[in-house]
C-alpha cells in the first residue's frame, strides 16, 4: 500500500487508457473543496513538465481560473462593455469599438484567450499593413488588444500577456504643418466673407480644438472679464441599439455580399463601397427605434487641464458682441422653429454646427486663400502655437493657453521657422565674433624716391649693428 501523499503535494500515475496523468492542488474552490487541476501527456517526462509548470504558477499565486476560456473576440466584447466602459470617454471607446469589430476580431478574434500566441499577432499585423493600413493605425490596435489581455492576465485568465512579446511597427511622428503669418491673414480675409468668421478666429487665433470650438456655450464666456471657459465639447458618437435583438433589429440593412465591381448604389460615397457584414452582425443602430448614445452630444473635454479658462484677445470683444447680436436676430427670425443650445456658433435654427460640414468648410476657405492643403489641427493649434512662439511668448505660457498637461507636448505643437532659425544663428554669430570691417585703404606709392643700392643699404644697417 502506497504511503498517503502530503498535503498540496502533485501525483503521477500511469492510466489504463494509456496516458500519465498529473494531479495538482492549487488551492481551494469557492465551495471549500480542494481545486485539483489535471494535466496529461504521452510521456511520463512531458506530463512531469507539465506538472511543475502548474505548481510554478501555483507557487508564484498565478495560476488561470478553472473552466473553459473565452476567445478573443469574446473577451474583447466583456471588455469593452464592463470594464474599459467604466473609465474611457465616450468618443476613445467608439474608437475602441471600431478597431475591436473591424481588425481585432476578424483577425485573431477565434483564438481562445490562453492559446494566443505572439506569432498570431505579428501576422494579422503584417495582414494590415499589407492592406494598406497606416503603422499608426496598427500601433493603435496593439495597444487596445495588449490593454485588453493586460486585464486577462491581472484577473488569472490567461499567464502571460502574448502582445508584450511583440514589437508593433514603428511609428513616425507626424509633422506639423501649421500657417505661416501670411497663411493665417489670408486663411482669415476668405473667412471673413462667411457667417462662420467668429468660429474661424477663435479656432485659429486661440488654438481651440474643433469640438471644444463648437461645443463653446454662452453661459461659459464672460465678455466683461475676457475668458473664455471651455466646460464642453460637441461630438459625434455612434449610435447604439437599445433593443433586445441587435442582429434582427438592423435586419433591413445587412450586407454579407460585397458589392460587384460597377457598383452604382454607393457612387456618392466618399470611402467608396461599405464592407460586408459579419456573419452576426449587431451593428446599423442608426435604424434602431430605442437607439441610445448616440449623434451629436455634448461630452466633456478629455482632461481636467483642458477645461481652464482662457483669456480672449480685447481685439475679439467688439466682433464677439456683434456675432451675439446677429444670433439675437436668428432667433427672433427662426421664432418657433429655434432650437435653443445656448452654443455660441450655431445654424439659422440654433443647433450646433455639424462637425463634418465644419471640416469641409475648412477645405474651402484652404483653396480659396490659395493655401496647399493640411489638416484642421494644423490650421488650428498648431498655427497658434507657432505664431505665439515667433511673438516671443516662452513655452510655458503656451502650454497655459492651450492647455497641455506637459510642456513636452506643447514642445511638439510649436513648430520652428527657418527664418527664425537664420535671425537667431546671425545674433549668435555677433555675440561670439565682431562684425567684420574692411581695412583702410593703403596707398602703394611712396612720396618720394631714394636712390641707395642695395649694397649701401646692406652697408648702414652693418653700422648700426
Not at 494535466?39 to 473552466?67: C, M, Y
Not at 462637425?355 to 483653396?367: G, V, W
Not at 492643403?373 to 505664431?387: E, P
Not at 527664425?420 to 554669430?429: E, I
Request: with cysteine.
Amino acid at each position: 500500500m502506497s504511503p498517503r501523499k502530503a498535503n498540496m503535494e502533485s501525483s503521477i500515475y500511469f492510466g489504463s487508457d494509456g496516458w500519465w496523468h498529473g494531479r495538482v492542488t492549487v488551492g481551494v474552490k469557492n465551495d471549500g473543496s480542494p481545486d485539483r487541476r489535471h494535466r496529461r501527456a504521452k510521456t511520463e517526462p512531458e506530463v512531469v513538465r507539465k506538472v511543475r509548470e502548474l505548481e510554478k504558477l501555483r507557487d508564484r499565486g498565478r495560476v488561470p481560473k478553472a473552466g473553459r476560456k473565452p476567445t478573443v473576440a469574446q473577451w474583447m466584447t466583456t471588455y469593452l462593455e464592463t470594464i474599459a466602459s467604466l473609465k474611457l470617454k465616450p468618443r476613445s471607446l467608439d474608437d475602441y469599438w471600431s478597431k475591436t469589430r473591424n481588425d481585432i476580431v476578424p483577425g485573431v478574434g477565434q483564438h481562445r484567450l490562453d492559446k494566443l500566441a505572439p506569432e498570431h499577432l505579428e501576422r494579422m499585423y503584417a495582414d494590415m499593413l499589407r492592406e494598406g493600413h497606416a503603422p499608426s493605425h496598427v500601433l493603435k490596435v496593439h495597444r487596445i488588444l495588449s490593454r485588453a489581455l493586460k486585464i486577462a492576465h491581472r484577473r488569472r485568465l490567461i499567464t502571460e500577456n502574448v502582445a508584450t512579446l511583440v514589437d508593433p511597427p514603428t511609428v513616425d511622428e507626424t509633422e506639423a504643418n501649421p500657417f505661416t503669418k501670411e497663411e493665417a491673414k489670408a486663411f482669415l480675409e476668405a473667412a471673413a466673407k462667411r457667417p462662420t468668421f467668429m468660429r474661424w478666429i477663435v479656432g485659429v487665433g486661440m488654438g481651440f480644438r474643433q469640438g471644444e470650438t463648437l461645443g463653446l456655450r454662452w453661459p461659459y464666456v464672460d465678455l466683461e472679464a475676457e475668458m473664455f471657459r471651455p466646460e464642453w465639447q460637441l461630438q459625434r458618437l455612434t449610435w447604439r441599439h437599445g433593443c433586445d435583438d441587435p442582429h434582427a433589429c438592423g435586419a433591413r440593412r445587412h450586407r454579407f455580399e460585397p458589392c460587384p465591381p460597377d457598383c452604382s448604389a454607393h457612387k456618392g460615397y466618399k470611402r467608396g463601397c461599405p464592407k460586408p457584414c459579419a456573419k452576426g452582425c449587431a451593428q446599423h443602430a442608426s435604424i434602431c427605434p430605442q437607439r441610445r448614445d448616440g449623434g451629436l452630444v455634448f461630452t466633456r473635454p478629455k482632461t481636467k487641464k483642458s477645461r481652464n479658462a482662457v483669456p480672449i484677445p480685447p481685439v475679439f470683444i467688439p466682433f464677439l458682441r456683434d456675432h451675439q447680436a446677429r444670433q439675437d436676430e436668428m432667433r427672433a427670425a427662426a421664432g418657433e422653429l429655434w432650437q435653443e443650445h445656448k452654443v455660441v456658433f450655431s445654424r439659422p435654427d440654433g443647433r450646433p454646427l455639424d462637425p463634418r460640414q465644419d471640416y469641409e468648410e475648412f477645405k474651402e476657405l484652404l483653396a480659396e486663400a490659395g493655401i496647399d492643403d493640411r489638416r484642421l489641427y494644423d490650421g488650428s493649434r498648431h498655427t497658434a502655437g507657432t505664431i505665439l512662439n515667433e511673438l516671443g511668448v516662452d513655452m510655458p505660457t503656451i502650454m497655459e493657453i492651450l492647455r497641455h498637461t506637459q510642456i513636452s507636448q506643447t514642445r511638439r505643437y510649436v513648430k520652428g521657422r527657418s527664418h527664425l532659425s537664420k535671425d537667431a544663428m546671425r545674433r549668435m554669430g555677433e555675440f561670439f565674433v565682431p562684425p567684420h570691417e574692411a581695412p583702410a585703404a593703403v596707398s602703394t606709392e611712396t612720396a618720394t624716391e631714394t636712390a641707395d643700392t642695395r649694397a649701401a643699404r646692406s652697408r648702414r644697417r652693418r653700422r648700426v649693428r
